[in-house]
């Protein structure tokens, strides 16, 4: 995409300067030594994950109730106790035992005889869900865009009893339905005990809301201390049950939400250590690593997450007044400001059709959205970020261009993207608007603040707005109601939309929400949707934050 | 069904004569003390099972083919290399490895990435087949009578590359049918390797079959010996499929081969020992017995294996020259005999109605059996097998009635049972003529020698005589045959029985095999069947006690 001259050129300066003659050479090697070291520091800050033994609460039935959260609800239907003091067989295959919360880790299954001899095999399936219908829809033939393995459905054969059997597989789930598919009649067997190691790299509690905090909002940051819980593990997961693994911009928005909650640092700084080490050649960073069997990047292009990083170090450097790790990771920073030059035209606007070809832009899982304004609104906000990281680390020199760089890209989208007469921006040849280029807009500066609460209030009397199609862009558009002053109103769509999930069953937030729509998968087949998902769990950052807004 | 008075006496006798106040409490307690001593004897004798690494040599196609056995056959489609050397995916989904012979143990995968980064777990299906259409013939809905877990199909879910996994389960098998349930399209990965760490107690190989042998029973000879190696682990298997455990019948057929063949002598005397060990509190034996969790038996009342229990260890002291053993064991096999004393009337017929109600009867896997001939002539035969081990031991004085018991036995039965008419025995009310009940009245020497070559002769013209269901009764005809001095028949039957698997494919002896019926199952479902069973591997021991009939 970009050459990666400029920091190699920084690396070779500061350590082969000893060595000119072999400075081609060596900068290569110093580049991946840099990186090595970056990767060394991100093992360095791996967390040692608090384990907890968990048991089920008692045994659901899953019932249909066309009002129920996709069609299905769990109703209590007594305690373990039934299940464990009778024989398990055909009849009661299928059952469903409930956790009583999210959870995420390793299930443990005890069998036992409970008459005459076992002889003969026996065969279970356990079928681990997030929500009520993901257990009562079946997976075969699978529908769904992403791999069928992503469901969590474990067949086993027990050969002896008595068994204690831990599924290899880690799970994240509430509720495990058991099915039986066989055993011989000649005896009965029962399941004797379930139990749960439950992960996380939480160690603290976080302090409770002032006393004043409505019922629902506190609800809202209950679950979503939960759901950020459950996807810190050795690094910030975008979902424990998929895809788990580091994504920039999920850890963008737990890092937030951990800055005013668990306040585990050493996780964020990992993420951030991972990430910059397992950038390309060219220094750009990839959107998402995987931590096993070592670390190593997905070869990921998404222009809006390489913008985040920067966005989520400063917020790491300010939350925490780590300057080192500021300074150990700046050039990386400052290699992704290469992205704003390349696609930034001349007069001032980026060069939407041609990064988007050359990337995934992505902002949204919602079809149909246009990314003209938001590309243009999130390059001003990167901009802005990465300039007072500078200043945090006192590094405005070498950025000096920013100021003026970002006040051109906000001029040019004032000009060509704002509609006076409507008082909403505009995107694309179609002028398309939306919430994501207005909340773009707003949080970039290039609204006035008048203005921006003027697009805030008009946009829902516009019938075909573009609305977000999941909570990582809402949470977008919760931050630019706060930005604009519109405290009210980003409380009551927090209300709305979260509350929304709750008010469905949520234990966890989930990756995607339409209130309109249940069902909405971007992979064809809602039950591997993830139902824990980072990017929703931002109502803890928003809560604890500004509790003028949402603790009273 | 009978009480254990005689066995407790001569236990209390022996070991509590000093303490006679207590008698009553120490007979039980001294009882118990026995058995646990016979138990840990069984396990001194546990073999070290011999295990070898094994390696697919190749790639099936599995053609339908309607002269093929069970309508399917496999065909040579390539090297592993083909495997190893290609993405795996939908598209091969349902590729057949061929180890090549019939192995018992451990199979271990090893899966890689082939191209790009592995983004979501996958998900495998492995199958396990001894013969081709096990493989090809769908599993559910499950229509057979034992449990469904016997079938040894197992799905594994994949998370991190590479990965080595080995299946928990142990598994008996040729073929293995790899089925891909699901793997991400961003990525592929391969099967880089295949391994299975096969397990026998066998550790010498035996003797070669003289020179003059010909090819057909050089082939059953090598077949029969390995089905009797497969069966050979801890204890002698009635199958490695299926029901992997010890039954007497096995064991009795099982060490009549080893005798002559693998010489593993001590695992028949841990099983034994261990038959003898779980016996009931009234010292009548069980007809098999489990290993783990630690032994125990299945409480399973079957006479004519408790009969074959005193012949087995008769013809173990016999082989062996282990008096000791024998001495050991004779109050077990003295206490079978009560059986024996129980159902015999006055006019020295058994009792077949009243014994057939309170035992299983079994002799063969043959609906419409009639079994009052067979069970008359097995009594006769174990009185005098018993009287033999007697004999052998010295014990002559214990069971001096037993030979006086055999005649009257005997001459009811040539008065009740021979149709001097057609020179044929009969069995039952409606005279039936069976293949079982001939057999078995010439092993007992009911049957003089001409009386018994002209029955057998008579035999294959009577249409409507009832057949051996499986091996196992073939067994005893094949032992009547030698009997009645019938040699070329008795090659001439071996020839067509298990020469007829083996031209169907046979690796193995199966558990049931009827010429005219590939599908025949006593469980309602042909994959469920065992295709290794020891009760089928005595053609080595007729092959090499009679080296005049059949080597030459």
């Known amino acids: 995409m970009s050459s990666f001259k400029s920091i190699h050129y920084f690396i070779a300066l500061t350590i082969c300067s000893v060595a000119v003659s072999i400075t081609q050479v060596c900068a290569q090697d110093v580049y991946a030594a840099y990186r090595k070291d970056w990767l060394k520091k991100a093992e360095e800050f791996k967390p040692v994950l608090q384990e907890t033994i968990k048991k089920p609460i008692g045994i659901v039935r899953m019932e249909k109730d066309a009002s129920a959260f996709q069609g299905w609800k769990a109703v209590s239907a007594g305690g373990m106790d039934q299940l464990y003091n009778s024989s398990f067989n055909k009849k009661n295959s299928g059952i469903v035992v409930d956790f009583g919360e999210h959870l995420t880790g ?88 379930i139990s749960f ?3 996380t790299s939480v160690t603290v509690t976080p302090s409770a809301l002032s006393a004043s905090t409505s019922p629902v909002i506190k609800d809202i940051d209950r679950v979503g201390l939960n759901t950020l819980k459950e996807c810190m593990q050795t690094v910030y997961e975008d979902g424990p049950k998929r895809d788990r693994r580091l994504w920039i911009g999920d850890t963008y928005l737990e890092s937030l939400a951990n800055n005013y909650s668990f306040h585990n640092d050493k996780l964020t700084k990992r993420c951030l ?150 008082g909403l921006f505009v995107s694309g040849k179609d002028k398309q608007i939306s919430y994501g280029s207005q909340a773009w807009m707003i949080l970039s500066g290039v609204a006035s603040k008048p203005e921006a609460q003027r697009a805030l209030k008009a946009l829902p009397g516009v019938s075909n707005a573009v609305k977000p199609g999941a909570p990582y862009m809402y ?25 929304g999930m709750i008010k469905k069953g949520a234990d966890t937030f989930w990756e995607v929400y339409d209130p309109n729509d249940d069902f909405k998968s971007p992979y064809g087949f809602f039950p591997v949707n993830s139902y824990c998902h980072a990017w929703s769990c931002t109502p803890v950052y928003f809560i604890r934050k500004y509790p003028e807004i949402f603790q009273r």
């Open 475 to 499: 949470h977008y558009y919760i931050a630019a109601l706060i930005a604009s002053g519109l405290d009210a109103e980003a409380k009551q769509a927090m209300i709305d939309y979260w509350g």
């Open 197 to 199: 190691k439950a992960s």
């Open 106 to 193: 390793y299930c443990t299954i005890t069998l036992k005889t409970r008459r005459s001899d076992m002889d003969a095999p026996l065969r279970l399936k356990l079928t681990f869900g997030e929500v009520p219908a993901e257990l009562m829809t079946p997976f075969d033939p699978y529908p769904g865009g992403l791999s069928r393995a992503w469901l969590q459905d474990e067949t086993i054969t027990v050969t002896v009893l008595p068994a204690t059997i831990t599924i290899p597989r880690r799970v994240a789930f509430r509720y495990l339905k058991i099915d039986w598919l066989g055993s011989s009649s000649n005896f009965e067997f029962g399941i004797a005990d």
């Open 273 to 422: 250590y991972m990430l910059a080490g397992l950038a390309n050649d060219d220094g750009l960073l990839n959107a998402d690593v995987f931590e096993y069997p070592e670390p190593h990047a997905q070869k990921t292009d998404l222009l809006d997450y390489c913008f985040l990083y920067n966005v989520a170090l400063k917020e790491y450097v300010a939350a925490t007044g780590d300057k080192q790790t500021g300074l150990d990771l700046w050039p990386v920073a400052k290699k992704q400001l290469d992205i704003a030059r390349k696609y930034a035209l001349p007069d001032g606007m980026m060069d939407y059709e041609k990064a988007n070809r050359e990337w995934w832009v992505f902002f949204d899982w919602k079809d149909g959205l246009d990314k003209q304004a938001p590309l243009q609104g999130i390059t001003i906000f990167t901009l802005n970020q990465t300039y007072e990281l500078a200043k945090l680390l006192g590094k405005e020199s070498e950025v000096a261009d920013l100021p003026a760089f970002a006040k051109k890209l906000k001029d040019a989208a004032h000009k060509n993207l704002y509609d006076k007469s409507s």
